[in-house]
């Protein structure tokens, strides 16, 4: 990856040391080259081809100088013409072949680096993307890919093709007149000087420019979105926002001056350079055409050859770097594809089926761990794989080693470091478990233990008497249906978004199931029915709105197990009514936990599950947990009958 002359690019370290390559590295990538061997191999041999025509033309120039017109041979004078026109002809088609071989390797490469990307990052646990930045995963996919392209596509070839085309020209330019190519390689000494330290200064820019840059993106990240518009316009901050992002955008904008200015001094410096070695051949030579021991068309085949010399050495000089450079967006892609799977299948898990819903936590134990080892390094890639610092929103940054933050669920609002502590009970089929207690006691962190977002530290989860973390993930999911408080929809139609839970689904069953969650009559009054695009997150919808989709969701799905966050405090009176009404049909034979936060789901419930500080307190009916007086009794009386009282 590099530019003009084969100065290093982003990633080169300002010291100029070039980032390590292992042998283990070059394998993993040439396997990614495998696939397109034959194309390479094709793209090289044209490559090889274009060199030799190059070869072409300054010997025609010779022969038409120091021959045809000396001679005054006309059909030889024709042939010469005619072959001057030929030659770049060719070139060009040759040019527009090995493009065409270039980007069907280079596309391809992508294709498949992005694929084992995004498959990856789909099979990693919840506590990876509550760890990790969306910008970083989305540079992963985008710019990394891309750069592993051009290592394939284009450095390797680069690198080949310079040095076949420098042996070559040094030959022939040897065979010609060995003495003016000597005295051309004296210049050779200043090129790697200006490479050099014109190269370290546009490294140095280049990396500022990667900060300035990367503190642009993030605040374009957290503003661009419906969320960060929606604090600006309601904490009056547009002007202030625009302010900051004008302060950014004019650094990136002074960086790029900055580094145009001092690119283009390093070709103009290699132009006199490249200058200088041709006044040489051209001095050097006119003095042996005097003496008669040289002719003009040599001189003028030398110089031509010259420029085409010096670009191939100066590639070959910097290869090391270019080279060792370019491996740094693959090392990058490796890191996520190296990542583990904390959720994972055994070799010999089993298909869950037929299940009754019989759910059971057997001294259930968890805290949040987080895994560095299962995390991107919070880091820029540059030189030899230095930790540096990474840019915050606010131009902060945060130091190589500082701990990552577990922005968890609950676990930070509690002082503590297990988040349930030994946990057991059993929900049997047909009934209903309703999770109560403080704010931060563990519920929902319990709810995710039962899909397996996270799996537990200590104990074990059963259904049917089967450990969960010995069945296949496919089959879990297929058992459970799960509503979170916060509703997430796809930038989609309506349609679209209840088929998610079960594609192969009739419209018949799509409808019956808005019926059965009380939003089928809400969607038959919109215009465009259930085509209805429901924006970004869904954010055209009303919560309530939003929750009964959910619901439909999950009731098209038809799981055996329904865990679900039953929040509501943010629903008027006729949404909440709806919802009950829905969630009766929703939770009827199936094995429901519910997280409850109304007074009518407590009281309908099978068995109570009372949690403080990450331990079941107290279990029973409502009307066993009253007797007891304790903190049930004291959580109804400020929260449950309150509420009640509301609507």
Known sequence: MSMGHGFPYFYANIEGKPPRVTGGLIRRILAYARPYRWLIIAMIVVTMTTTGLALATPLILRDLIDNTIPAGDLTRLGWLIAALITVPMATSVLNVIQRRLNAKVGEGVVYDLRVALFGHLQRMALSFFTNTK?????????????????????????????????????????????????????????????????????????????????????????????????????????????????????????????????????????????????????????????????????????????????????????????????????????????????????????????????????????????????????????????????????????????PVDAVNDEALSQAREWVLNHVSFKAEPGHLVALV????????????????????????????????????????????????????????????????????????????????????????????????????????????????????RVILKDPRILVLDEATSSLDSESEALIQDALKRVMAGRTSIVIAHRLSTVLAADQILVLDRGKIVESGTHAVLMANGGLYARLYETQFRRKAGEL
């Open 134 to 402: 969306v910008g970083e995963l989305m540079s992963r996919l985008n710019n990394d890919v891309v750069g592993a392209q051009t290592a394939i596509s284009n450095t390797f070839v680069s690198i080949f093709s310079s040095l076949v085309q420098a042996v070559v020209l040094f030959s022939v330019m040897m065979l010609l007149e060995w003495r003016l190519t000597l005295i051309s390689l004296l210049v050779l000494p200043l090129f790697l000087v200006a490479g050099r330290k014109l190269g370290r200064r546009l490294q140095m820019i280049a990396r500022d420019q990667m900060d300035l840059n990367a503190r642009m993106n993030a605040v374009m990240h957290e503003l661009l979105n419906i969320s960060g518009a929606l604090l600006v316009k309601l904490f009056g901050r547009t002007a202030v926002e625009d302010e900051r992002f004008r302060e950014r955008a004019a650094g990136v904008r002074d960086a790029g001056v900055q580094r145009a200015v001092t690119g283009m001094i390093f070709f103009v410096s290699i132009g006199l350079l490249s200058a200088l070695g041709v006044a040489l051949i051209y001095g050097v030579g006119s003095y042996l055409v005097i003496q008669g021991s040289l002719s003009v068309g040599t001189i003028v085949a030398l110089a031509a050859y010259l420029g085409s010399l010096y670009t191939a050495l100066q590639t070959l000089t910097n290869a090391p770097v270019d080279f060792a450079t370019s491996m740094v967006s693959f090392e990058r892609v490796f890191e996520v594809l190296d990542l583990p799977h904390e959720i994972y299948e055994k070799l010999d898990a089993r298909v869950l089926s037929e299940v009754r819903g019989v759910l059971a936590f057997e001294d259930v134990s968890f805290k949040y761990e987080v895994n560095e080892q299962a995390l991107l390094k919070d880091v820029r890639r540059v030189g030899d794989m230095q930790e540096v610092e990474a840019v915050l929103s606010n131009g902060a940054v945060k130091k190589p080693g500082a």
């Open 437 to 552: 207690g403080p704010s931060g006691a563990g519920k929902t962190t319990m709810t995710y233990l039962i899909p397996r977002l996270y799996d537990p530290t200590s104990g074990r989860i059963t259904i049917d008497g089967i450990d969960l973390k010995g069945v296949t993930l496919s089959s879990l999911t297929e058992q459970i249906g799960m509503v979170t408080q916060e509703t997430h929809l796809f930038h989609d139609t309506i349609q679209v978004n209840l088929l998610y839970a079960r594609p192969d689904a009739t419209q018949a069953q799509v409808e019956a199931a808005a019926r059965a969650a009380n939003i089928h009559d809400f969607i038959m009054g919109l215009p465009a029915r259930y085509d209805t695009v429901v924006g970004e997150r869904g954010y055209r919808l009303s919560g309530g709105e939003k929750q009964r989709l959910a619901l439909a």
